[in-house]
């Protein structure tokens, strides 16, 4: 090889090595805290479950994902914004704020944290629909399913990008004729508020 095709070489090798092409760590969901999707990354009705959940695991039917760097434990309080129904699909069928509503009740009641503090949780539902009663009723096995996905983030105080993140989904398919969809929706927002702040306590206890 002549000199200076081998001089070109080494120059695509360097430039590539340092633009860090096909390296593990250029993927947008590396697990660095300020890589990690949040809620205010994503477009006015526009999220997207798989891809915001893709660094989680999954812990007692919640998706989780913590800083490595928090340091949770020993916290007293934290203030609780409103709850967002911003990302939410644009429909004119129903209103989504009773059930924005019933899942922030049960994060609140929950919450053995007082209310306050440089502690910040944000929530919101990204997911509510109720399905269709009438397959519910006709059909069954699941089909016409209600269902509401919310999402559960935990600020540090200073920190622009949250230290935890939670998201949790459930179903419902089940009633007299198929079932009333805006119980279902109420009953599934409340008890998914429950079971994501069980869990957020069990980080803040340091387990």
Same mark, same amino acid.
């Given at each position: 090889?002549?000199?200076?095709?081998?001089?070109?070489?080494?120059?695509?090798?360097?430039?590539?090595?340092?633009?860090?092409?096909?390296?593990?760590?250029?993927?947008?969901?590396?697990?660095?805290?300020?890589?990690?999707?949040?809620?205010?990354?994503?477009?006015?009705?526009?999220?997207?479950?798989?891809?915001?959940?893709? +660094?989680?695991?999954?812990? +007692? +039917?919640?998706?989780?994902?913590?800083?490595?760097?928090?340091?949770? =434990?020993?916290?007293?309080?934290?203030?609780?914004?409103? !709850?967002?129904?911003?990302?939410?699909?644009?429909?004119? &069928? !129903?209103?989504?704020?009773?059930?924005?509503?019933? !899942?922030?009740?049960?994060?609140?009641?929950?919450?053995?944290?007082?209310?306050?503090?440089?502690?910040?949780?944000?929530?919101?539902?990204?997911?509510?629909?109720?399905?269709?009663?009438?397959?519910?009723?006709?059909?069954?096995?699941?089909?016409?399913?209600?269902?509401?996905?919310?999402?559960?983030?935990?600020? &540090?105080?200073?920190?622009?990008?949250?230290?935890?993140?939670?998201?949790?989904?459930?179903?419902?398919?089940?009633?007299?004729?198929?079932?009333?969809? &805006?119980?279902?929706?109420?009953?599934?927002?409340?008890?998914?508020?429950?079971?994501?702040? =069980?869990?957020? &306590?069990?980080?803040?206890?340091?387990?």
């Amino acid at each position: 090889m002549k000199r200076p095709e081998l001089l070109v070489l080494v120059a695509a090798v360097l430039v590539l090595a340092l633009s860090g092409c096909g390296g593990v760590h250029s993927g947008r969901l590396s697990t660095e805290p300020e890589q990690v999707l949040t809620l205010r990354d994503f477009p006015d009705h526009a999220f997207d479950a798989k891809a915001y959940k893709a +660094d989680m695991v999954l812990e +007692d +039917d919640v998706y989780v994902w913590q800083d490595p760097a928090a340091d949770l =434990a020993g916290y007293q309080a934290a203030t609780v914004s409103k !709850f967002s129904d911003r990302l939410l699909p644009i429909q004119d &069928e !129903f209103s989504y704020e009773p059930y924005v509503q019933s !899942f922030e009740a049960a994060v609140r009641e929950a919450l053995e944290l007082e209310e306050g503090g440089e502690l910040r949780l944000k929530g919101a539902l990204v997911e509510c629909n109720p399905g269709s009663r009438m397959a519910r009723y006709l059909i069954g096995m699941g089909a016409g399913k209600a269902a509401v996905a919310g999402v559960i983030e935990l600020f &540090e105080p200073g920190k622009r990008r949250p230290s935890l993140r939670l998201y949790g989904r459930d179903t419902a398919s089940s009633g007299d004729f198929g079932g009333d969809s &805006e119980a279902m929706l109420n009953h599934i927002s409340h008890t998914l508020g429950l079971r994501m702040v =069980a869990l957020l &306590e069990q980080r803040l206890d340091g387990r």
